[in-house]
């Protein structure tokens, strides 16, 4: 049997991206083989900054004016590398098409939706107008978009993120490619609405018989979609193998940290496999292979000479010891050092309930007003952004919130650390209600409650040393001098960091770092609870590890509460001992995380765990998906009943008896069970 | 929409009210026609000039509202905008000279937007080359020209020019020649020859003013992935940039174009003077010089319309640009 010739073949591959006057070229990426066979998905995997999405623009031809291309491109064996410009256009879209990853800044704001798709169906098909808008609509109905036909008079902000990705696909797939190239699809999206449009590519792919590559940092995305795996590393790939060998026996130990740094949903705690320092620059490579820097197995050689990709049948790597890898098949913490977490455990339930509280919430409403007219502003409604939300947290305890985008999460946040009377509700601080602080005791109780937000680097003032940042909520609170100047070294070295740091700015330091610095910062007046807003999710993987690592040691050492919210429910599940879900502004379930995750009992819940996609393979092949329909309606309408209805799995259902009671009375939480859902029909 | 619209032009009509009253009290006290009749040789007597102030409604021993309540009834009940201080209609002199400030200036504003555009988009995909250094430079050279030197320098290319030739083949004083016979076409080249300095001129300062906005919301529209995707829907990168890239660039300047074209109507003065046309800007000065209270607030009224309707104007192109900002 002979194998049939690859639809792609991608050889040594080179990007160079010319600098400002006086600076080196930066090569993204440095001589990249890949191969793409008909019909097949080739997962690219690799964090910010390793070349993936540069490899993939490469291949259309579409990087910037700045950017030179050396290597070859072959599609079905014709050369796309300096071809003319008018070639590639007419092959663009047409043989080869991409999904970008920000659905919202992909389309044209000023054109709809309807007409964009049917300009690419024009661009390479001779059809009059109506025959592209008919197509445009079909291609709408593939993608699973609701009265496709009034769709297309859509402009693209009327259109909500997964509907945005969705017709995005649709107008990729419009003239049957070859090749579909999708960078990060669904990194933009929340998870129930990216299992949705995984759902559409596998659809996509399968009308259109196309061959998928599909560029991630999301191992879990790519366990689940990817037939073939690369992994890139500084600009090349540095392993690549079939799906199942490269998460059972990963060859390389990069591949080897990626997949120990990553925390997972069916697992519980335990230390997360840092990899130690942070890929390297690009513009100032050392000789040898680039990871030597930061691998635990490196030895002399691998400074002398970047190693070649190679090895036995599809499995290839880039590294010296591949073959002990693959010989032994260590565990990621065999390898990589693994930090000492001091123990913590979830009190029971019982203990639990002598601890003292640190956050009491309950009932908490904040609406928002809605203004129609320019001129003659009116309120013309209302946006219940939270709308019922209870939390708890006791003493060295973690709360994970999740949620997904406009859930109300960061609004039910700002509410706490507003420390003002609640619109309605009830918010109990360290035992003081915050409707009846006077203006010095919310001054006094701003100390024992600080936050870590999600950008570290918007967070952080470039201007000030990190020394004077981690000072300003000490000054704040009015220590004096002496208390101060010795504060700062123990609070850096506690964070991972070294005490002449202090003289530096923020821009001196990566991103993982100065999550650290905003830590130190907010430690810096010993609070009792930690907020953490979105903490790690700017971080890339193998740093995130480090950060996660840091907290939980944290909270061993120092006792501290969090309140840790995230989109991400592997995180919560690491960290957390209790977590708290929330749907369009109401606490729908909350528990201890074990009992949530293992037996989650709303179906909102059960949707959004199924939703997660593992970073392996076997098991995500082996699981049942719930798919929630639709997006989440506007908090606007405050509808009578349950919130959750129109997409709820449990109420469709449903016989028609029983469902009047989830038509007309919203269910709300029993306030004192240990693990307590909102809704008429739980899972038992 | 009908509801919006009369809603909005409601409230426009109290600004424009607020506007032209605080005009007219303002012009009223900073003027003083007083002394430009008693200026006079021989000298008129008190009683007289009291006489002639009262019928012309400029009376200043009157006081102020009184006389803005006989203004404004004249002015909305019979359109009349009362009389110069020479005894003249000002409606006459208003409807003579918003003509020739119209021809004046609706050539060169608009030849002004078109090339301020093009050139700004092309210099912006051409950022740091040659020819976008080239138009940045002599953009900055031609904005920090005065407006009068720059048409004085028009005029001596003119005049060189003329005299090169042995013809008159440039006019640059006034709008027309005088008594000149002839058909239908000769008048439309006489007109032409005379448009070709002030034409020149606004629609040089225009290029380099607008190129430069237009160049830095091109560069902003450039690097957006909506570019990308029309380029990886097959679109070649000429098509690409003219249909989605421009087309989105262009939103912004929609309310720079909307108060410049009508602001440009009573700021031209120094075009209007240099070149010798009696327009809006020309009368405004004048009026102010000679005391002339009511024709000042003729124009003022004016001004408050054009920046009213620019608001309007804006609003209207914008929404109509930008489907984000309807609804």
């Given at each position: 049997m002979t194998t049939p010739a690859p639809l792609l073949t991608v050889h040594d591959l080179r990007v160079e991206f010319a600098a400002a006057r006086g600076r080196a070229t930066t090569t993204a990426v440095r001589g990249v083989d890949l191969t793409l066979n008909r019909g097949e998905t080739l997962g690219i995997v690799g964090e910010s900054g390793s070349g993936k999405s540069v490899t993939a623009l490469a291949v259309l031809g579409l990087l910037p004016g700045t950017a030179t291309v050396h290597g070859s491109v072959a599609l079905d064996g014709q050369e796309l590398v300096g071809r003319p410009a008018r070639e590639l256009a007419a092959i663009r879209g047409r043989r080869i098409a991409m999904v970008f990853q920000d659905p919202l800044s992909a389309f044209t704001p000023v054109f709809r939706i309807g007409d964009q798709i049917a300009e690419a169906v024009r661009v390479h098909q001779r059809v009059d107008r109506a025959a592209a808008r008919r197509r445009a609509a079909e291609l709408l109905d593939l993608v699973g978009i609701p009265d496709p036909v009034r769709a297309l008079d859509s402009f693209p902000h009327e259109f909500s993120g997964g509907m945005r990705q969705r017709a995005m696909i649709a107008m990729a797939v419009a003239n049957d490619p070859d090749v579909l190239l999708a960078d990060e699809p669904t990194?933009?999206?929340d998870v129930t609405i990216q299992a949705q449009v995984l759902e559409v590519l596998r659809t996509a792919q399968r009308e259109?018989?196309?061959?998928?590559?599909?560029?991630?940092?999301?191992?879990?995305?790519?366990?689940?979609?990817?037939?073939?795996?690369?992994?890139?590393?500084?600009?090349?790939?540095?392993e690549s193998a079939p799906v199942d060998e490269l998460f059972a026996a990963p060859h390389h130990p990069y591949t080897l940290g990626l997949i120990g740094a990553v925390p997972r949903l069916d697992r519980t705690g335990g230390p997360l496999v840092p990899i130690p320092g942070q890929p390297p620059a690009l513009h100032a490579l050392a000789p040898g292979c680039p990871f030597a820097a930061r691998c635990p197995l490196a030895v002399p050689e691998c400074r002398a000479a970047e190693p070649v990709l190679t090895g036995p049948g599809e499995h290839l790597a880039a590294c010296l010891r591949s073959g002990e890898l693959a010989a032994e098949r260590p565990a990621p913490a065999e390898v990589y050092p693994v930090p000492a977490l001091p123990p913590t455990r979830s009190p029971a339930p019982a203990a639990r309930e002598t601890l003292p509280r640190v956050l009491s919430v309950d009932g908490l409403r904040r609406t928002f007003p809605v203004h129609k007219g320019t001129v003659f502003k009116r309120k013309v409604g209302e946006v219940y952004a939270v709308d019922g939300v209870r939390l708890d947290i006791r003493r060295g305890e973690t709360l994970g919130l999740v949620g997904e985008?406009?859930?109300?999460?960061?609004?039910?946040?700002?509410?706490?650390?507003?420390?003002?009377?609640?619109?309605?509700?009830?918010?109990?601080?360290?035992?003081?209600?915050?409707?009846?602080?006077?203006a010095e005791a919310a001054h006094r109780l701003r100390a024992r409650v600080q936050i870590v937000f999600q950008d570290p680097m918007a967070s952080l003032d470039p201007r000030l040393p990190v020394g004077d940042i981690i000072a300003e909520p000490l000054q704040a609170q009015g220590a004096d001098r002496g208390r101060i100047a010795a504060r700062i070294p123990q609070l850096l070295t506690q964070?991972?960091?070294?005490?002449?740091?202090?003289?530096?700015?923020?821009?001196?330091?990566?991103?993982?770092?100065?999550?650290?610095?905003?830590?130190?910062?907010?430690?810096?007046?010993?609070?009792?609870?930690?907020?953490?807003?979105?903490?790690?999710?700017?971080?890339?993987?193998?740093?995130?590890?480090?950060?996660?690592?840091?907290?939980?040691?944290?909270?061993?050492?120092?006792?501290?509460?969090?309140?840790?919210?995230?989109?991400?429910l592997s995180?919560?599940?690491?960290?957390?001992?209790?977590?708290?879900?929330?749907?369009?502004?109401?606490?729908?379930?909350?528990?201890?995380?074990?009992?949530?995750f293992a037996a989650p009992r709303h179906p909102y819940t059960r949707a959004l765990l199924s939703a997660v996609p593992l970073p392996d393979p076997v098991a995500e092949r082996n699981r049942v998906r719930i798919l929630l329909p639709g997006d989440p309606p506007s908090p606007t309408s405050r509808a009578l009943g349950c919130p959750f209805r129109p997409r709820c799995p449990v109420y469709a259902a449903l016989p028609a008896e029983q469902r009047p009671r989830c038509e007309r009375e919203a269910p709300g939480p029993?306030?004192?069970?240990?693990?307590?859902?909102?809704?008429?029909y739980p899972a038992a | 929409m009908l509801r919006y619209l009369a809603k909005r032009l409601a409230y426009y009509l109290v600004l424009l009210v607020a506007a032209v009253f605080l005009a007219y009290a303002l012009a009223s006290a900073a003027l003083d026609p007083r002394a430009y009749f008693e200026e006079k040789h021989p000298r008129p007597s008190t009683a007289a000039v009291d006489r002639q102030l009262t019928a012309l409604g400029i009376n200043d021993r009157t006081p102020v509202v009184i006389r803005f309540g006989h203004w404004a009834e004249g002015a909305v009940l019979h359109g009349d905008l009362g009389r110069t201080i020479h005894d003249t209609s000002v409606n006459a002199d208003f409807g003579r000279r918003i003509w020739v400030s119209l021809r004046l200036l609706v050539v060169g504003s608009l030849l002004g937007m078109l090339l301020g555009v093009l050139a700004g988009a092309w210099s912006a995909v051409r950022q740091y080359r040659i020819s976008d250094r080239a138009l940045t430079i002599s953009s900055f050279v031609l904005l920090s020209t005065p407006v009068f030197l720059l048409a004085l320098f028009l005029k001596n290319g003119a005049i060189a020019a003329n005299q090169a030739s042995g013809h008159q083949l440039i006019?640059?004083?006034?709008?027309?020649?005088?008594?000149?016979?002839?058909?239908?076409?000769?008048?439309?080249?006489?007109?032409?020859?005379?448009?070709?300095?002030?034409?020149?001129?606004?629609?040089?300062?225009?290029?380099?003013?607008?190129?430069?906005?237009?160049r830095g919301t091109m560069l902003d529209v450039l690097g957006s992935d909506y570019l990308r995707t029309a380029e990886a829907k097959g679109l070649t990168r000429r098509r690409a940039l003219l249909k989605h890239g421009l087309r989105t660039a262009v939103i912004p300047m929609s309310t720079l174009f909307a108060y410049n074209f009508l602001g440009i109507f009573t700021g031209a003065v120094f075009t209007e003077t240099i070149f010798g046309w009696h327009g809006m800007g020309e009368w405004f000065i004048n009026a102010i010089r000679e005391n002339d209270t009511n024709s000042v607030v003729a124009v003022n009224l004016f001004t408050a319309v054009t920046v009213l309707a620019s608001g309007f104007l804006a609003d209207t192109l914008h929404a109509a640009l930008d489907p984000r900002v309807r609804g």
């Open positions: 990194t933009a999206l259109t018989g196309a061959a998928l590559v599909l560029v991630s940092h999301d191992l879990g995305v790519v366990a689940q979609m990817a037939d073939r795996v690369a992994v890139m590393y500084a600009g090349r790939v540095v985008s406009g859930s109300g999460k960061s609004t039910a946040l700002f509410e706490v650390l507003g420390l003002r009377p609640p619109e309605a509700g009830r918010i109990e601080l360290l035992g003081q209600d915050t409707a009846a602080l006077s964070v991972g960091l070294e005490p002449d740091h202090a003289a530096r700015y923020p821009h001196e330091f990566s991103g993982g770092q100065r999550q650290r610095i905003s830590i130190a910062r907010a430690l810096a007046v010993e609070p009792e609870l930690l907020v953490l807003d979105e903490p790690v999710s700017a971080l890339d993987v193998s740093i995130q590890a480090g950060v996660l690592n840091l907290l939980q040691q944290l909270k061993a050492e120092l006792g501290l509460a969090y309140l840790f919210v995230s989109h991400d995180v919560i599940r690491h960290l957390a001992d209790r977590v708290s879900v929330m749907y369009l502004g109401r606490t729908v379930e909350d528990g201890p995380v074990e009992q949530v029993a306030a004192d069970d240990v693990h307590a859902v909102a809704c008429h | 006019n640059f004083t006034g709008y027309e020649t005088p008594g000149l016979t002839g058909g239908l076409g000769t008048h439309l080249a006489d007109w032409g020859v005379h448009l070709l300095l002030p034409t020149l001129s606004l629609s040089l300062t225009g290029l380099a003013t607008y190129s430069r906005y237009q």
